[in-house]
Structures are given as structure tokens and as C-alpha cells.
């Protein structure tokens, strides 16, 4: 009898245990640290645009330029590859298509303005830097408030 | 510097409520405040550093992405739905829009 209550008890905590991990917060500590380490890199290579307005280092083709855009692009595939195949995390797909969207019409906008230069200004303007840095950094932020990575 | 007139906003944030079927708040008022900043920057930019047609379009699209993912997160609502509501309420103001800033910013529907 007593055999039969422990049983009984223990199915009704692992039952217990499995309703509570399914309404438990997605998680996905891999993808986190990503949104994380690109918010950061964001934050310096923004941050050097602006520093560097009137000069070769804030063009679109600049090294530094190309190196970010690279490390930002693969980076933004990880995330998006990750995410879609974990279906638990599938409802953060559509805000990490928009903020992969955004990354990739900021750099077209610094492409643009290269091609069509203001003068012999090659570079997007410390304000229209600021503007694009800022509205990134609130969509990546909005992901990780959304989602519990840890 | 404003593009629309605070009646006009506030007309915008009713449309894109009603295309979303919810009540009008501060998430659409924030949407209609943001795309009167976008086009006013984009206006003074085209104005002042000579942006081309084509920046101010990609501009556009940039704050238009920005802003489906913020109001699709405080509305809980599909990113398509609301993508498809704020395009919709650009296209009612293409007339007025291009108009007012002087280049086909807008497709012609």
C-alpha cells in the first residue's frame, strides 16, 4: 500500500514538473550571449562612426566598416538559424528577422551615402549614426525583454 | 519640426487602431509620432546633406521595421498584421506625403 502511495505521489510530481517546465520561459542561453555580444559591438562601432566623422574610418568600405558588417551579418545568421530551429523559441523569429531587416538597411543607408556622397562627405552624419544606433539597440533589447535566455 | 499636425497624428494612430481592431493608446500614438519624426529627418536631410530618393527610402523602411517590432511586442500582436497596417495607413497618406516632401518617397499605389 505504501509502495503503491510513494508511486502515486512521485507520478504526480514528475506530472507536476512537466506542466511546469512546459509553461516555463523559452530558453536559450547560446542565442542570448550572441544578442548580447553584438549590442556590444554595436555600442563600439557606432560609437567609433561617430568619433570618426570627416575622416576614411566612418565610410561604408572602410576595414572597420567591413570587418563589423561581416561579424554582424554571420552573426545575425547564427541567431536566426538558431532560433528557427528552436521551435520553443519560434515566436521571437518574427522581432529577430526585424532587427537582422534593420542591420541590413543601416548598412545599405552607409552604402548609399557612399555612393552619393554629400560633398566630399562620404559618411552618414553623427546624428543619422546616432538615430540608426539607438533604434538597434532598443529592438535588440526588446528581444532579450521578451524572451528569458538563461 | 513636425511633417503632420498633432490632429493629423492622432488621425493616424486611429487608423492604424482601427486597422488593428484595438483600442487607440499610446503604442499607435508612439507609431504615428515616430513616422512624423522619419519623414521630417528625412525632409531636413534631403534639404541639408543632399540624401537622395533612395536614402530616404531606405530610411523609411528602417524606422517603418523599428517601429512593427515595438508596436507588435506592447500589442502582443502578429509582426505581419501590424507590418500590413502601418503600410496600409502609409499608402492612405502617399498623396499627401510625397507632397509634402517634395519626392516620390512613397510607391504610387
Known amino acids: ?150 | 519640426m513636425s511633417f503632420f499636425s498633432d490632429d493629423e497624428k492622432i488621425e493616424i494612430g486611429k487608423g492604424i487602431a482601427d486597422l488593428l481592431k484595438t483600442a487607440l493608446g499610446s503604442p499607435e500614438l508612439r507609431v504615428a509620432e515616430e513616422v512624423d519624426d522619419a519623414l521630417a529627418f528625412i525632409k531636413k536631410k534631403r534639404a541639408h546633406e543632399n540624401w537622395t530618393v533612395e536614402m530616404g527610402q531606405i530610411y523609411l523602411e528602417f524606422v517603418t521595421e523599428n517601429a512593427v517590432a515595438t508596436l507588435s511586442a506592447s500589442r502582443k500582436l502578429k509582426k505581419k498584421k501590424v507590418r500590413k497596417a502601418i503600410k496600409g495607413i502609409l499608402t492612405s497618406l502617399v498623396g499627401v506625403v510625397n507632397e509634402r516632401i517634395g519626392f516620390p518617397i512613397l510607391p504610387t499605389p
Not at chain 1, 572602410?62 to 521551435?87: C, H, P, Q
Not at chain 1, 549614426?129 to 521578451?146: D, F, K, M, P, Y
Open chain 1, 1 to 150: 500500500m505504501k509502495i503503491k502511495q510513494f508511486a502515486g505521489r512521485r507520478f504526480l510530481s514528475l506530472l507536476l514538473f512537466s506542466v511546469l517546465a512546459s509553461c516555463a520561459e523559452p530558453t536559450d542561453p547560446q542565442t542570448g550571449a550572441l544578442l548580447a555580444k553584438m549590442s556590444e559591438r554595436d555600442d563600439i562601432y557606432f560609437a567609433s562612426l561617430i568619433r570618426s566623422h570627416g575622416t576614411e574610418k566612418c565610410r561604408a568600405s572602410s576595414a572597420e566598416s567591413r570587418k563589423y558588417w561581416v561579424e554582424t551579418n554571420a552573426d545575425m545568421r547564427v541567431v536566426v538559424a538558431r532560433i528557427s530551429a528552436l521551435g520553443q523559441l519560434d515566436d521571437n523569429l518574427d522581432d529577430v528577422t526585424s532587427l537582422q531587416n534593420n542591420y541590413k538597411q543601416a548598412q545599405a543607408l552607409m552604402e548609399a551615402r557612399e555612393t552619393s556622397p554629400n560633398g566630399t562627405d562620404y559618411c552618414l552624419a553623427p546624428d543619422t549614426v546616432a538615430n540608426l544606433w539607438v533604434r538597434i539597440s532598443r529592438l535588440n533589447a526588446l528581444i532579450g525583454e521578451n524572451v528569458t535566455f538563461e
